[in-house]
């Protein structure tokens, strides 16, 4: 078995200066198909189930597609984690279920919408922390609301995200209080807002530094150096996946995500963790509907979801060779348990450094 924390594998990745994509799931198709790219480049791999990924699939469902996942690709490390906790209680049950790591998004309300403000954050994140670390489980924590500096708006595009307008205050996380949040929290990596949004629409032109504040991570980075960073809405939007969903009667309005080269200037700065859900998303929409149009007598659903699982594979396995993370799984000579970890968290090994 070789399910891994998030700490031990982006300890592992600070050491090595290699990122890490965490892919969501929701169902077999896109677990087998992630699998299928980091053992085919030997990468260890981030897999991350959302609160929706968890009603949608159910907890047993996904405990035992981890199981089976690591039972056909023993030796690849695979992290299992929950997206965006929303309250403590999300995060417990998700280590209940199997999960060696959490998410508590203190950044907005219980409610997925509110932005939390300090107090909120550090009390809901510290509560986490103190209890999943008691059971060697790793967290991460937030600290900025995502969402555009283009409109100021956050992102309801798939029901969780910041309602209103947001000041740039609260879409750019203040490096100052980073570094207070870390220390206060204890948590083991750290999401960061710099103009990243959940989605296919994140940007209406090719990102630059007004709209995509890669200095923010810079700055954070150089005050806690050792802190893992933590990049949500990082799918690129490939121009390509667009067209080939807008070719087979699909209607996406043109848009920009994150180019990948802002991404490896991360990696180079501090980020280990990148989310990308919609990049799959849409590589698998698009063969589905390829296959569909080409062949509409066609039913048997095993003939779309394989080349849409190939089409995720794709995806994937390039994530992982652009940030390094190809060639790194065979490298961990030991995977620790949790209660490992645990143990290592009393000693105060693990406690946050800062520069
Ligand atoms: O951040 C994400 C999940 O937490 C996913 O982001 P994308 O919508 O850019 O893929
Ligand atoms: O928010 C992050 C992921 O894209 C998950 O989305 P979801 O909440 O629709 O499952
Ligand atoms: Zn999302
Ligand atoms: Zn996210």
Known sequence: MARITLRQLLDHAAENDYGVPAFNINNMEQALAIMDAANQVDAPVIIQASRGARSYANDVMLKHMMDAVTEIYPHIPVCVHLDHGNEAATCMTAIQAGFTSVMMDGSLKADGKTPGDWNYNVGVTKTVTDMAHLGGISVEGELG???SL?????????????????SHDQLLTNPDEAVKFVQETKVDA?????????????????????ILAMNVIEEIHRKLPNT?????????????????????????????????AEIQRGIK?????????????MAMTGQIRKVLKDNPEEFDPRKYLKPAMEAMTKLCKQRLQEFNTAGQASKFKKILTPADMAKRYAKGELDPKVA
Do not use: C
Not at 157 to 166: C, N, P, Q, T, V
């Open 190 to 210: 750290l999401a960061i807002a710099m103009g990243t949004s959940h989605g296919a629409y994140k940007f209406t032109r090719k990102p630059d530094g007004d």
């Open 150 to 166: 283009e409109t100021g708006m956050g992102d309801k595009e798939d029901g969780h995200g910041a309602e209103g307008k947001l």
């Open 228 to 260: 893992h960073l933590v990049m949500h809405g990082s799918s690129s939007v490939p121009q390509d996946l667009q067209d080939i969903i807008n070719a087979y009667g699909g209607k996406m309005k043109p848009t920009w995500g994150v180019p990948v």
């Open 269 to 281: 700065n501090g980020v280990r963790k990148i989310n990308i859900d919609t990049d799959n998303r």
């Open 145 to 147: 609301v995502l969402g």
